[in-house]
């Protein structure tokens, strides 16, 4: 620093002003500034310069899977929000959601010095309580049941999944069975409920949920099931990647989609327009989330206080395409 203060005529403490960004530097002096950086190959030190602040410009990210679509793409959006706000992130993947691990993952966090965490859990592990969070820490939950102890971010699963349900019912559907997600799945819990709240309210028959584990593989064992029920004319399946193999069962079947058999996704992946047909589903700002997690956690760092218990939910929309239709006079 003072090198560069030397080549550009100036104070180290105006070099240390242009380094971290500061305002009130006069725009013809901190063009001379930079012009001395680029010219002796200065780099600011990022590791003096946050035990000097207490500040690391990073934000942790815990999660169980990066398999699942919801929980990849929250953390591409979480990733491109924070590089927006300067901020890095780190990655921690849990192999099993114990209370030991998640500790074990807070613990790692403080030794790679991060700001705050978000904590993606797509289990009923805070929900039952069987996971808590150490005190005291900058965080996010992402997917998870537990507004009333910490700061929830989500989509709104059930609003979501009322939007598909009421779609084929207002298209002349009798009833809509549901192809769910696993059983330990908050989302998918979530999206069964209110499938199941939307059927009851309309008075309608509520079908036996087939379970699913979120892959195509399972929806397809699933789609071999109802092709052979004649009295399935409307399917609400928990996620695109198992409505892509349900879709492929029952053109195996010789069962058509719409004609004979309506499918309503959950997701909107962006291969969802190109399956045949083109998946109706309901669409998720995974962006959004990301956003709102990004900015929820930076509130408390830049406030330094701690975080406050609610639920923020992202809203949904559907999105329809050519996969549902009114059902065979």
């Known amino acids: 620093m003072a090198d560069v203060a030397r080549l550009a005529g100036v104070s180290s403490q105006t070099v240390s002003r ?6 009130g530097v006069i725009e013809a002096t901190r063009e001379q500034v930079l012009a001395a950086m680029r010219e002796l190959g200065y780099r600011p030190n990022s590791a003096a310069r946050a035990l000097r602040y207490g500040q690391f410009n990073t934000i942790g990210v815990i999660l169980f899977s990066l398999s699942s679509t919801g929980n990849s793409r929250t953390v591409e959006a979480i990733a491109t929000h924070a590089a927006a706000e300067g901020y890095a992130i780190t990655l921690i993947p ?10 074990g993952a807070f613990t790692r966090m403080g030794e790679l010095a991060v700001d705050a965490v978000i904590v993606i859990m797509e289990i009923h592990l ?17 997917d998870s049941d537990a507004g009333d102890r910490y700061s929830v971010v ?10 598909a349900v009421r779609h084929l019912l207002d298209l002349g559907h009798r009833t809509v069975w549901h192809v769910a997600g696993p059983r330990t799945s908050y989302a998918g819990q979530r999206r069964t409920e209110a499938w199941r709240a939307v059927l009851e309210e309309a008075g309608r028959p509520v079908p036996q949920p087939l379970r699913g584990d979120w892959s195509a593989e399972s929806g397809y064992a699933a789609g071999l099931s109802l092709a052979d029920r004649p009295d399935c004319t409307a399917v609400f399946v928990a ?14 079947r010789g069962r058509s989609v ?28 995974f962006a959004e989330v990301g956003r709102r997690c990004v900015q929820n956690v930076l509130r ?3 406030a330094q206080g701690g975080a406050r218990p609610g639920t923020d939910l992202v809203p ?8 549902t239709a009114p059902p065979r006079s």
């Not at 242009?18 to 305002?23: A, C, F, L, M």
């Not at 695109?240 to 053109?251: P, T």
């Open 258 to 285: 719409p004609e004979d058999i309506s499918v309503v996704g959950f997701d909107d992946l962006p291969e969802a327009a190109f399956f045949v047909p083109p998946l109706t589903t309901v669409h998720q700002d």
């Open 239 to 252: 996620n695109d990647q198992m409505a892509l193999g349900l879709l492929r069962a029952l053109h195996e």
């Open 154 to 163: 989500d989509t709104d699963q059930a609003d979501g999944a009322r939007k």
């Open 300 to 302: 408390q760092v830049r």
């Open 94 to 103: 849990i192999d099993v959601p114990t209370q030991d691990n998640v500790l």
């Open 316 to 323: 949904t929309s559907l999105a329809i395409r050519r996969s």
């Open 18 to 23: 242009v380094s971290n960004g500061h305002p």
């Open 126 to 142: 805070l929900d039952a309580g069987t996971v808590q969070l150490p005190p005291g820490v900058h965080v996010v939950v992402v």
